[in-house]
Every structure is written in structure tokens, then in C-alpha cells.
């Protein structure tokens, strides 16, 4: 059974950075590809990032690009979402997730095929 638990969320202004972090069951990183999602309010759930086992292909929701960054450090089984210039748009709750990676890159956000969820870490931002 894996388990996955965010902490780094909290409230920040526009134009500020916060670190999220997915503390993971061992081994989970040499055997899932990892990924973050958010849930806007009232909205649907998104892919926001995801990153496969060796750490060297990374895929980005368009909205995100050049200023998130995921990450993975296997020696602490800790994933990590570096965000930068954050956005009131960027308020959601955000869940680390873990998958079997995709056959198709295209399929990198389905959350669908998300195996194992974290429980989620509210972040917002003000303008």
C-alpha cells in the first residue's frame, strides 16, 4: 500500500512562491511515475505536473509552464512542486499522486489512472 502526504500549502500573495512536498512510502518512485493535480474551487480536478521514476521527463499543464517545477529526491522518497509567481488563478487544493506510467505522453494528467492519492494541501493565493 502506497501512501503519500503533502505538506508546504498556505496562503500567499500574488507574485510569491511556495514549496509543496509529498512525503512517500519507500520504493514508490522506482515503481510509479508521480505527479501533482489541484482542484480549483468549484471546479474539475487538473494535472498540473507529473515526472517519471528517473526523474528526467517531466510534463507541465500549459498553465503552469516556466513557472512550476516538479521534483523528486529518491533518497528521501520526497516529491516536490516548486511555484513560482503564483497566480490567484492558482488556488486549489493540490494532490500529490502516484500512477503507473503512461504508454502515451498525452495521458500524463489523466487522473483517471492515478493509483494512489495523497489527502491534499490547500494553497491560496491573493491578489
Known amino acids: 500500500q502506497v501512501q503519500l502526504v503533502e505538506s508546504g500549502g498556505g496562503s500567499v500573495q500574488a507574485g510569491g512562491s511556495l514549496t509543496l512536498s509529498c512525503a512517500a512510502s519507500?520504493?514508490?518512485?522506482?515503481?510509479?511515475?508521480m505527479g501533482w493535480f489541484r482542484r480549483p474551487p468549484g471546479k474539475e480536478r487538473e494535472g498540473v505536473a507529473s515526472?517519471?521514476?528517473?526523474?528526467?521527463?517531466?510534463h507541465y499543464a500549459d498553465s503552469v509552464k516556466g513557472r512550476f517545477t516538479i521534483s523528486l529526491d529518491n533518497a528521501k522518497n520526497a516529491l516536490y512542486l516548486q511555484m513560482n509567481s503564483l497566480k490567484p488563478e492558482d488556488t486549489a487544493m493540490y494532490y500529490c499522486?502516484?500512477?503507473?506510467?503512461?504508454?502515451?505522453?498525452?495521458?500524463?494528467?489523466?487522473?483517471?489512472?492515478?493509483?494512489?492519492w495523497g489527502q491534499g494541501t490547500q494553497v491560496t493565493v491573493s491578489s
Open positions: 499522486a502516484a500512477r503507473p506510467c503512461p504508454s502515451s505522453a498525452t495521458r500524463w494528467s489523466a487522473s483517471t489512472e492515478v493509483a494512489y
Open positions: 515526472i517519471n521514476p528517473g526523474g528526467d521527463i517531466t
Open positions: 519507500a520504493y514508490t518512485f522506482s515503481v510509479y511515475c
